[in-house]
């Protein structure tokens, strides 16, 4: 993939650049995302990830190619080049079999994988990580790349029979935090040691040579490492540079190698201008995106019920309690405490599993009713101040249509106009 090499080629010369990647199926999430890249003239990086979209469905119940589909089309809508849209796969290996043998968990990802770049999927975070039933655990470096490699060269066999010469990328990695933030509460965070990312670089390039891929190596433009940065349900652990520069300076021997930086939702402006500039020049985000749609869709069921009847109001709030309760199993292994607790945590945790519940039914229906509410009335300026200040702002400066839609949208932008300023060398950031 051509942009990306490109870019990771500039980092290394020394420019001050770096792309985000929006890991989120959410319609309004991915519009947003592909509205701000619109703006900026930047490609986009959209990921998803091997629990969300697999072979099987995953729990959107997307395959790859229904996924690039879906993407194409939301681009399509947005004016948004589709030559621009880069599509990644994100923790692509036995993850979601990892209950089962190792063999069996193995033949699954290798069909996964095949899926993936079936479909036009042109980044591929190789993650084997984890340890299979029968599995000694902690696995090896040497044992997770071996695995990697084998799932390279299952990918690298399927471009070459479908697209002719290969333009994957891959990105690698042992230390690899769980997907959409910690289980458990934030304790100090251990940085990688600069020695163990070179054990990680070196197990990875000697078996993509066992394994007949070494041409591949050379499109290997990312390491996943952890630098020092997370989130749980109740805080962030910010990036603290002092503590990753003996990491940072390491990378810079490596001539085609970044770092990937998982779980930067909810940094500061400063810390992703930071991050970029000490070599994680792939910043992740996904939870802290449909947090601002929370936070969003919560603002605007406040001003519907400021404006309408109670009988004609969405009850967004209480549709999406009723659909947690009816299906616990997305949450209830992550939230613990008192009933109070829990309901708290429910609607407002920075882990944001409430996001597995916007698929639902009732729950995309009481959405669409509150969206329905608003659109037909003019929302009082006065309480887009109380409860969308920075919406409020855009509106007044004639920026901003003031309906539901172009509110929410412009929330989740907050977010990603952070990570654009980050990635870009131009923009100064201050604290």
């Given at each position: 993939m051509k942009p990306l090499l490109q870019?990771?080629?500039?980092?290394?010369?020394g420019e001050h650049a770096g792309i985000y990647s929006v890991c989120s199926a959410h319609?309004?999430?991915?519009?947003?995302?592909?509205?701000?890249?619109?703006?900026d003239g930047t490609p986009l990086l959209v990921e998803a990830t091997s629990n969300q979209v697999d072979q099987f469905g995953g729990y959107t119940g997307m395959t790859p190619r229904d996924f690039r589909d879906y993407a194409l089309r939301l681009a399509e809508r947005c004016g948004f080049p589709a030559d621009?849209?880069?599509?990644?796969?994100?923790?692509?290996?036995?993850?979601?079999?990892?209950?089962?043998p190792a063999a069996e968990a193995m033949q699954y990802a290798r069909d996964l994988?095949?899926?993936?770049?079936?479909?036009?999927?042109?980044?591929?975070?190789?993650?084997?990580?984890?340890a299979c039933a029968d599995d000694l655990a902690p696995l090896s470096d040497e044992v997770v790349a071996a695995r990697a490699a084998e799932l390279a060269r299952v990918a690298e066999d399927t471009s070459k029979r479908i697209f002719g010469p290969c333009e994957l990328v891959y990105v690698v990695g042992t230390e690899v935090p769980v997907p959409g933030g910690a289980h458990e509460d934030l304790g100090e965070l251990a940085v990688t040691r600069p020695e163990a990312a070179e054990r990680t670089i070196e197990a990875h390039r000697q078996a993509f040579i066992a394994a007949g891929v070494e041409h591949a190596w050379q499109r290997v433009i990312g390491l996943v490492v952890q630098p020092g940065v997370e989130f749980d349900h109740a805080s962030v652990a910010d990036y603290r540079p002092e503590r990753a520069a003996a990491l940072s300076r390491m990378i810079e021997k490596y001539p085609g190698l970044v770092y990937e930086a998982h779980s930067?939702?909810?940094?500061?402006?400063?810390?992703y201008r930071q991050l970029v500039r000490d070599h994680?020049?792939?910043?992740?985000?996904?939870?802290?995106?449909?947090?601002?749609?929370?936070?969003?869709?919560?603002?605007?069921?406040?001003?519907?019920?400021e404006l309408l009847a109670k009988n004609e109001r969405s009850h967004l709030r209480d549709v999406l309690e009723q659909a947690m309760q009816r299906r616990p199993d997305f949450w209830q292994n992550h939230y613990h405490g008192s009933q109070a607790e829990c309901r708290l945590a429910r609607s407002f945790s920075y882990s944001d599993r409430i996001r597995y519940y916007w698929p639902s039914q009732t729950v995309e229906a009481?959405?669409?009713?509150?969206?329905?509410?608003?659109?037909?009335?003019?929302?009082?300026?006065?309480?887009?101040?109380?409860?969308?200040?920075?919406?409020?702002?855009?509106?007044?400066?004639?920026?901003?249509?003031?309906?539901?839609?172009?509110?929410?949208?412009?929330?989740?932008?907050?977010?990603?106009?952070?990570?654009?300023?980050?990635?870009?060398?131009?923009?100064e950031i201050r604290a």
């Open positions: 870019l990771v080629q500039r980092h290394k010369q319609p309004l999430v991915l519009e947003a995302a592909l509205i701000q890249a619109r703006e621009k849209l880069i599509l990644g796969g994100d923790h692509l290996g036995p993850n979601r079999w990892q209950k089962r994988i095949a899926a993936y770049v079936a479909a036009g999927f042109q980044k591929i975070h190789l993650d084997c990580s984890m930067t939702d909810y940094q500061t402006p400063l810390a994680f020049a792939i910043l992740k985000v996904g939870p802290a995106l449909t947090f601002a749609l929370r936070e969003a869709l919560y603002a605007l069921a406040s001003i519907e019920s009481s959405c669409q009713t509150l969206f329905d509410n608003l659109s037909a009335i003019a929302i009082p300026e006065t309480l887009l101040s109380q409860y969308l200040p920075a919406q409020y702002a855009q509106v007044r400066a004639g920026r901003l249509e003031p309906k539901p839609r172009a509110l929410a949208i412009d929330r989740i932008r907050e977010v990603l106009r952070q990570y654009a300023a980050a990635c870009q060398p131009e923009q």
